[in-house]
């Protein structure tokens, strides 16, 4: 595991006046660069030919780094880019995809935004259950076994497979039989089947929401809110019940967009609570915590109860729905305040207190 102290030696020999804001071309990099940019700071941005095309036409990049493949991110010459031009690297979604979790641990010697071994814990769904389970999150049940399956239960797999494959089932027999069938269809394997993940299936209404923790102000903000659109499930339920029953269709929650939402506002200390208590149990348990940006991505029942079933330990891709602030960040900012924008003014915070080793790791 990279040391804090090789970050802060690497942060030493960088002249603060000229930090570069960083990353990898997809997911959430359009408003984290623009987002750099509204508070000074020059970005670069990591790419592949014909993936830059948004960020130059966006003008959001002051400089490009190109590398042919992804992967490369990792590379040596790419790491000492970035540190030749002061550069603080936002991790997003993509960014640990491609770069990779061990080599973020272990080899990627550029100081980063947030703390770089909490991404393990969102990664691996043991490790985010019990985050969550320690901070007292209400989480779906969980099943250990298909012969344990008494209710609706949603059947997820292992890997970045984005929902495709995912099923629902009643009993241990339908488990089977779907499984089987989506093997038929080459989607799962046997060993797939055997490491399936089962949970309950949560009736309701999804709600992704969006917080900030400063370390700097010792506060969880809430920065927006938003609804997945899923391919093919939000197209499924268009066609009316008699001929889904004659298509035969099996879902997939394959995630392709996302909507803005606001929640009632009666269900906000309830919002307020799950993210004080997810910045608590991550400090109890992977110290210093969560640095930043998080999602609980949650469903409210009909009982006003908020289960959350899953957790992102960094900027979420859902915050792309707030490019030009939210309801909420407007309400905290009375500005257009996009996460993006919001890492950049804690990073330009912390230079002015000199506090830059409260936030990068
Ligand atoms: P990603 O990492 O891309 O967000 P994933 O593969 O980890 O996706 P989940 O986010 O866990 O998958 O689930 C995908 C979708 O399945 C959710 O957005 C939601 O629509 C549905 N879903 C997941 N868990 C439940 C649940 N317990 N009850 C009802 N629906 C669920």
Same mark, same amino acid.
């Given at each position: 595991?990279?040391?804090?102290?090789?970050?802060?030696?690497?942060?030493?020999?960088?002249?603060?006046?000229?930090?570069?804001?960083?990353?990898?071309?997809?997911?959430?990099?359009?408003?984290?660069?623009?987002?750099?940019?509204?508070?000074?700071?020059?970005?670069?941005?990591?790419?592949?030919?014909?993936?830059?095309?948004?960020? !130059?036409?966006? #003008?959001?990049?002051?400089?490009?780094?190109?590398?042919?493949?992804?992967?490369?991110?990792?590379?040596?010459?790419?790491?000492?880019?970035?540190?030749?031009?002061?550069?603080?690297?936002?991790?997003?979604?993509?960014?640990?995809?491609?770069?990779?979790?061990?080599?973020?641990?272990?080899?990627?010697?550029?100081?980063?935004?947030?703390?770089?071994?909490?991404?393990?814990?969102?990664?691996?769904?043991?490790?985010?259950?019990?985050?969550?389970?320690?901070?007292?999150? /209400?989480?779906?049940?969980? =099943?250990?076994?298909?012969?344990?399956?008494?209710?609706?239960?949603?059947?997820? =797999?292992?890997?970045? #497979?984005?929902?495709?494959?995912?099923?629902?089932?009643?009993? !241990?027999?339908? =488990?089977?039989? !779907?499984?089987?069938?989506?093997?038929? #269809?080459?989607?799962?394997?046997?060993?797939?089947?055997?490491?399936?993940?089962?949970?309950?299936?949560?009736?309701?209404? $999804?709600?992704?929401?969006?917080?900030?923790?400063?370390?700097?102000? $010792?506060?969880?903000?809430?920065?927006?809110?938003?609804? /997945?659109?899923?391919?093919?499930?939000?197209?499924?339920?268009?066609?009316?019940?008699?001929?889904?029953?004659?298509?035969?269709?099996?879902?997939?929650?394959?995630?392709?967009?996302?909507?803005?939402?606001?929640?009632?506002?009666?269900?906000?200390?309830?919002?307020?609570?799950?993210?004080? !208590?997810?910045?608590?149990?991550?400090?109890?348990?992977?110290?210093?915590?969560?640095?930043?940006?998080?999602?609980?991505?949650?469903?409210?029942?009909?009982?006003?109860?908020?289960?959350?079933?899953?957790?992102?330990?960094?900027?979420?891709?859902?915050?792309?729905?707030?490019?030009?602030?939210?309801?909420?960040?407007?309400?905290?900012?009375?500005?257009?305040?996009?996460?993006?924008?919001?890492?950049?003014?804690?990073?330009?915070?912390?230079?002015? =207190?000199?506090?830059?080793?409260?936030?990068?790791?």
């Amino acid at each position: 595991m990279i040391k804090k102290e090789e970050i802060l030696e690497i942060l030493d020999t960088y002249n603060r006046d000229e930090i570069t804001i960083a990353t990898v071309g997809s997911h959430t990099a359009l408003h984290i660069l623009k987002g750099a940019k509204l508070e000074g700071f020059s970005t670069v941005c990591i790419t592949v030919k014909g993936r830059d095309v948004p960020y !130059k036409r966006f #003008r959001v990049a002051d400089k490009f780094i190109y590398i042919d493949d992804f992967k490369d991110i990792k590379n040596e010459e790419v790491q000492e880019k970035l540190r030749e031009l002061n550069a603080i690297v936002v991790p997003h979604g993509s960014f640990i995809a491609y770069c990779g979790l061990d080599n973020i641990e272990n080899n990627f010697l550029v100081p980063m935004f947030g703390n770089r071994k909490i991404l393990r814990w969102e990664a691996e769904r043991d490790l985010e259950r019990k985050i969550l389970e320690n901070g007292n999150i /209400r989480i779906p049940k969980k =099943f250990n076994s298909p012969d344990e399956i008494d209710r609706a239960v949603i059947v997820k =797999f292992p890997g970045a #497979r984005g929902g495709k494959g995912y099923f629902i089932a009643n009993s !241990k027999e339908e =488990f089977y039989k !779907k499984a089987n069938l989506l093997k038929e #269809r080459g989607i799962l394997d046997d060993e797939d089947i055997e490491r399936a993940h089962i949970e309950e299936y949560v009736v309701g209404a $999804n709600y992704c929401l969006h917080y900030f923790y400063s370390p700097l102000k $010792n506060e969880v903000e809430l920065l927006g809110i938003d609804r /997945r659109y899923e391919s093919n499930i939000d197209g499924l339920v268009r066609i009316p019940a008699k001929e889904q029953l004659e298509l035969d269709m099996e879902p997939s929650y394959v995630i392709t967009g996302n909507f803005p939402v606001v929640i009632r506002e009666s269900l906000l200390p309830l919002v307020f609570d799950m993210g004080d !208590k997810l910045v608590k149990s991550a400090k109890e348990l992977v110290p210093p915590g969560i640095v930043g940006p998080f999602c609980l991505q949650s469903l409210c029942t009909e009982n006003l109860e908020l289960v959350v079933f899953e957790m992102s330990a960094r900027i979420d891709g859902g915050t792309n729905s707030f490019m030009n602030g939210s309801p909420y960040s407007y309400i905290l900012y009375n500005e257009p305040m996009s996460m993006g924008q919001r890492i950049a003014r804690e990073i330009k915070l912390a230079l002015e =207190f000199d506090m830059l080793d409260k936030i990068i790791y």
